[in-house]
């Protein structure tokens, strides 16, 4: 009698199963576990490393100097002065340094600023100024709570460098103030002063030279005019008190 052959098992794979028997998605999820622990070792690698906020070299700062010469004959007061900090526009109340390319745009030079916001950089100056001066000693800023004969009103209107004209930058600066006499709180004088320096180059440190030079001009024809026309007022109340 013939037997038939009895075949061998065979291991059959079976939908979803993979020899030696895994299920597929096993080695699809291995596959991704490698794949994610080998993401932070990219990150790492040199010259892969994503920038951190706030690196980079710092702004370099500025500061203008205030008027220390002035002429001989201006007349020495004794009355008490307040400088209340210039009034600016958006523009300039900022540590920034304003350019101009056209009259009706302002611009900012870039990894630069003041280091105070402009208007109390400018107050400082003028504080600074009237003390160098040597003809006034009760001077303070409104801040201090000094009892005032005069208040010092200022408006900062310019201090950016001007590229529209043609040539180097020029540097701008102009102030309108307004000489307020205490307790009756009249204006007493006004008046506006105004300079433009061009820069040696048109380069950062030479514009900021020049914008001090600018600044000079303009404090000193502030405290003088303040200094006569405050004495001025003074006299006028005191012949008729």
């Known amino acids: 009698m013939k037997h038939s052959k009895t075949p061998s098992p065979q291991l059959l794979s079976a939908p979803g199963l993979s020899a030696p028997g895994l299920p597929a998605a096993g080695h699809a999820r291995r596959r991704l576990l490698r794949a994610a622990a080998a993401l932070p070792l990219v ?3 040199p010259g892969c490393s994503l920038p951190v906020p706030g690196q980079g070299p710092p702004p370099e700062l500025y500061r203008l100097t205030p008027k220390s010469t002035f002429d001989d004959d201006l007349p020495t007061v004794d009355w ?13 109340n900022t540590t920034r340094i304003a350019l101009q390319r056209s009259p009706t745009q302002i611009e ?7 280091a105070d916001r402009s208007p109390l950089m400018i107050q400082t100056l003028m504080v600074e100024s ?4 040597g003809k006034i000693v009760s001077i303070g800023r409104e801040s201090i709570g000094l009892r005032a004969d005069f208040i010092l009103k200022s408006e900062l209107r310019e201090l950016q460098a001007v590229y529209f004209n043609g040539g180097l930058p020029e540097a701008w600066v102009s102030i309108n103030a307004k000489l307020v006499q205490m307790p009756r709180r009249a204006i007493v004088a006004s008046q506006s002063f105004d300079s433009r320096v061009t820069a040696e180059a048109d380069s950062l440190p ?4 020049a914008f001090d030079e600018a600044a000079g001009k303009v404090l000193r024809r502030l405290v003088a005019w303040t200094l006569i026309e405050g004495d001025r007022a003074d006299r006028a109340v005191r012949q008729t008190s």
């Open 130 to 133: 009237f003390e160098n001066s």
């Open 108 to 114: 900012y030079y870039a990894r630069s600023g003041w």
């Open 206 to 209: 030479q514009i900021i030279a």
């Open 43 to 45: 990150a790492l690698a």
């Open 80 to 92: 008490q002065l307040v400088l209340e900090a210039p009034v600016a526009d958006a523009g300039l």
